[in-house]
């Protein structure tokens, strides 16, 4: 009899009620033709494999992870809140022991969501891992996680949310930023001041094939989620790296993806972006799932794969074989050189910010305390083309004194003159002045 290896839950929530419009491949059929395939393979009825009903989170867990602007109400549906908390299902069946391992096929997604969101862009309004991370944290007491982000966007919201982070370790693969939104993602960026090593990116050329992500899977993510020793895994599931995939332009197949998620292990995966809805994401999704339990998915096969599919060319190979050999020296081998500016010291940023979606233009000043002692102390001084703006604090989990007296002092100064939102995460607390 049929049963998987690894005890591995399922937690699906199609969102009928959004869509970017009725015909966008960002709709509730995204995940209706996986649902069904998932049915008509039995694999629900597979021992081993169990299904979750998912369960809205609530604001708390949105305030944990983002400064919504005016707030949370004016940025998020239903739909929203209840992706994220599908994933909130998934930490606690993972942290219960209930199962070895989650997928959380949920819309709609979240990696494009930054730590301060204005509205929609990418598809996304809050990023559902990074409410699904701060509320580990905060009930489960987990301190050191990693992202491995393998949409073939890059994670640009995850990104911004943990660039101080140094106990969150970002990993992202997705197609070159000079071909593809959101124009970002390059082997430089390498995280903040405090947290230098803590972002890696792998800006993987179009044409990009299974060989070509196993390979830099290898060479890279694997060392460095070994060095780092995480607590958890979470892989930022997006499948638009396939080959039939409308909206990109890489050459990853399901049986890639399986042999992807075979090898990296996670303890959580979540549905990112994945737009070929027929062709692609229920094949896709049933070798993920099928990899993640322990079963067999050497059968897994999209129609037309043995006439369609073209194998990576070989000035790819070598391109990423190069790629990855550059990366490797810069975060295993040589290693990054530490910030030189003094303990105190106020680091100013600016930054802006589109909204593709939905149309808005947001500039950020940031403020950031270089530490050792901690991730820092922060200040985001946000205003948007629709008209809002904020100040928005951040004091970060274990806080020094040093960097807890800065933030009360950045509050201090912006009392009266406009909203003031404090996300203390070493008290666990949100508060708007």
């Known amino acids: 009899m049929l049963r998987a290896s690894r005890k591995t839950g399922l937690v699906f929530f199609p969102a009928y009620d959004w869509a970017v419009s009725p015909t966008h491949p960002e709709r509730e059929e995204r995940l209706l033709y996986t649902q069904d395939q998932v049915q008509e393979e039995g694999l629900l009825d597979v021992p081993g494999i169990v299904e979750y009903r998912v369960r809205p989170c609530g604001l708390d867990d949105v305030r944990r992870a983002h400064f919504c602007v005016p707030d949370e109400a004016a940025v998020t549906t239903e739909s929203h809140l209840i992706s994220a908390g599908g994933c909130l299902v998934a930490a606690d069946a993972v942290m219960n022991r209930e199962v070895e391992s989650v997928f959380a096929l949920v819309r709609p997604p979240g990696h494009h969501a930054m730590k301060v969101v204005h509205g929609n862009r990418g598809f996304c309004n809050i990023n559902i891992e990074a409410v699904m991370i701060e509320y580990l944290r905060d009930v489960y007491g987990i301190g050191r996680v990693a992202v491995v ?4 966007h890059h994670g640009d919201g995850t990104q911004d949310i943990y660039w101080h982070d140094p106990d969150t370790l970002f990993i992202s693969m997705h197609q070159d930023g ?5 124009g970002s993602g390059f082997g430089g960026e390498t995280g903040g001041p405090n947290a230098a090593g803590a972002t890696v990116n792998i800006p993987l050329p179009p044409r990009t094939g299974e060989q070509g992500f196993l390979h830099a899977l290898e060479e890279l993510v694997m060392p460095l989620l070994e060095r780092f020793q995480p607590e958890l895994v979470i892989n930022s599931a997006g499948q638009d790296n396939h080959y039939t995939d409308p909206i990109t332009h890489m050459n990853f197949s399901a049986q890639g993806y399986a042999k992807l998620t075979e090898r990296l292990k996670p303890d959580i995966a979540v549905l990112e972006g994945g737009y070929s809805v ?5 094949y896709v999704n049933m070798g993920i799932i099928m990899a993640m339990a322990g079963l067999d998915f050497s059968h897994v096969k999209e129609p037309g794969y043995d006439t369609e599919y073209k194998p990576q060319p070989e000035d790819i190979t070598n391109y990423i074989h190069r790629l990855v050999a550059e990366l490797k020296q810069m975060h295993l081998e040589k290693g990054l050189p530490q910030d030189p500016r003094k303990d105190g010291e106020i680091i100013s940023t600016q930054k802006s910010v589109f909204y593709d979606t939905d149309g808005i233009q947001e500039n950020r000043e940031e403020r950031l305390r270089r530490c050792r002692q901690c991730a820092g102390a922060l200040a985001i001084a946000s205003s948007s083309t629709r008209g809002h703006s904020a100040m928005c604090i951040h004091v970060p989990r274990n806080a020094c004194p040093a960097c ?9 100064e912006a009392a009266g003159k406009q909203p003031v ?5 070493t008290e666990k607390t949100y508060k708007v002045l």
Do not use: S
Not at 278 to 282: G, Q, R, S
């Open 149 to 152: 982000d393998t949409d073939c």
């Open 178 to 182: 000079r071909t593809l939104y959101p």
């Open 421 to 425: 939102l404090i996300q203390d995460r």
């Open 278 to 282: 027929e062709k692609a994401l229920p």
């Open 404 to 412: 807890q007296k800065q933030a009360e002092q950045w509050a201090d």
